[in-house]
């Protein structure tokens, strides 16, 4: 069984493009690709439009060197590079917040060696009992995520940075008071 095709137009929900080339768009040369000088290898220039893709920002003039990062935001000396936007550090709020949680329990080395030696235990009698105190051996889990928000300039941003030790959470404050530093003296 066959569908009708829909009519082409200004109207069509399915975005036929012209007869013979599938890759023209209207409005664009033969090839679908804008106008537009490629010789440096670019395939699109800045803020054109590719696919439901809008590139996040520009990158960072060769002035400025990114100083550190808290998960896909990025900081200089004077900017804060956002995938919402850019805007001046000065003025702009950090808020951290930690939301991970650790957890002890029996370390799976501990688990292990144990079954193991009461196997020794059932072929050699005498050493299972000892095998029992691998249980002891523990192991502490940090599982969760830091969340970081910063606004400024009418802008908004919010990531989560994964969390797989205790130090992860210190290493993300130590940045947001960096950045927090950065936007009081500037």
């Known amino acids: 069984m066959s569908y009708p095709e829909p009519p082409p137009g200004s109207g069509d929900p399915y975005q036929q493009y012209p007869q013979g080339d599938p890759y023209a768009q209207p409005g664009t040369p033969s090839g679908g690709y804008p106008a537009g000088d490629y010789s440096s290898g670019a395939m699109v220039p800045y803020n054109q439009q590719t696919g439901g893709y809008q590139a996040p920002y520009a990158p960072v003039p060769e002035s400025e060197a990114i100083l550190t990062t808290i998960g896909d935001i990025s900081i200089t000396q004077t900017t804060v590079i956002t995938p919402?936007?850019?805007?001046?550090?000065?003025?702009?709020?950090?808020?951290?917040?930690?939301?991970?949680?650790?957890?002890?329990?029996?370390?799976?080395?501990?688990?292990?060696?144990?079954?193991?030696?009461?196997v020794i235990f059932i072929w050699?009698?005498?050493?299972?009992?000892?095998?029992?105190?691998?249980?002891?051996?523990?192991?502490?889990?940090?599982?969760?995520?830091?969340?970081?928000?910063?606004?400024?300039?009418?802008?908004?941003?919010?990531?989560?940075?994964?969390?797989?030790?205790?130090?992860?959470?210190?290493?993300?404050?130590?940045?947001?008071?960096?950045?927090?530093?950065?936007?009081?003296?500037?």
């Open 124 to 186: 050699a009698c005498g050493l299972g009992l000892l095998g029992l105190l691998f249980l002891l051996m523990k192991e502490e889990k940090t599982q969760g995520s830091v969340q970081v928000t910063v606004q400024g300039n009418g802008v908004f941003h919010s990531t989560m940075v994964p969390a797989r030790s205790p130090q992860t959470v210190m290493q993300v404050m130590q940045s947001v008071n960096y950045a927090r530093s950065l936007a009081a003296t500037h």
């Open 84 to 118: 919402a936007g850019r805007f001046p550090i000065k003025g702009s709020t950090w808020n951290a917040s930690d939301m991970t949680h650790t957890t002890t329990g029996v370390s799976t080395t501990g688990v292990v060696l144990t079954v193991i030696s009461l």
